[in-house]
């Protein structure tokens, strides 16, 4: 018997592809490489595999009329029209809860790497400079004030790793949540205003996008840190660079980019900066769960059986 087809719409990190390949013929973004071929290979994909950042557009949905499911590597979905999913008829799946751990901690190792410059440090000590120095002084993390903009999961898991380090913990996103027992502000900037570390965690998308403006960061003020762990949609990029640039903020711990792998050079050349490849779920244990899910969710959604963990905007439809 043939093997069902499904399509990757990017490159999809190896456990997942290797998942996919054991049990489906995988078409490797034909639909971008080869438009012509992917004509008539369209009706027979059944699924659609993503990444985080993958785009998954109308236009591509409705080349699709046997598509059962899309499976998302990822708990962001942002690059995923599912309003037109879900009048196609393909629910979306993603991987929330397996990546919170990793996310969180590498959103507290940017907190400390800015504040304390450590690849500064380290830097300085490779090129030398030690015995000239020394060093700059750093910025105390114990103690400081944080401020979470998105307490979700992730979010939440960024606030009990600041409790361990004595911080004090602000936050806002769309709602308030009372039983958190940290401090609302209502607004990026308020939050901004009353802390030295603001952490994005929120999705991208149009909700978000430049949900960190100038305004926010002048609030934030020239001993503040921006940390950018959601998406580099959530950040207006111009203006914080701005800002790195004039002292209007102290510095900036960023894993993610508005033009992906493509990050602006003028930010290599900056001091105040510490820079990471979108990597914050990237650990051998938590892209082996990840994988795991999307690739339960595309056999379940494939098989008509129930899905593991749809998107919410998708629970009625599964
Ligand atoms: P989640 O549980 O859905 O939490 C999202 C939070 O963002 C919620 O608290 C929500 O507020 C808040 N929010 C949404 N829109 C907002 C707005 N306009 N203003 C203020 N707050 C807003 O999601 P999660 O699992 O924590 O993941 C969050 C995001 O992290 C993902 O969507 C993804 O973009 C990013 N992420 C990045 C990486 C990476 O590699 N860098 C890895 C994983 C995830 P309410 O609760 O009030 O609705
Ligand atoms: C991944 C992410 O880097 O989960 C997300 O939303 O951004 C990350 O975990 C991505 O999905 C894999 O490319």
Redesign the pocket.
Known sequence: MSKSEVLAVAKLPPFYQKALESVYTVHDRTHMTDPAAFAALAPRIVGVAGT?EASVPRSLLSQLPNAKVVAVF???Y?GVDVQAAIEHGIPVTHT?DV??DD?AD?AMGLVLSAGRAIPQADQFVRAGRWPNGPMALSRKVSGARIGI???????KAIAQRAKAFGMSIAY????E?HESGFKFFPT?AELAANVDFLVA????GA??KH?INADVLKALGPRGFLVN???GSVVDEEALIEALQNGTIAGAGL??FANEPNVPEVLWTMNNVVLTP?????TSETRQAMADLAFANMQAGISGLPLLTPVPECFGLV
């Open positions: 985080g990822g708990v962001g942002d929330p990546l919170t996310v590498l903009v998105g307490l979700g999961r992730i979010g806002t996103a769309r709602s949540k990026a965690i929120t999705p991208g909700g978000t949900l762990v959601a998406r894993d993610v979108h990597m914050a779920s990237a």
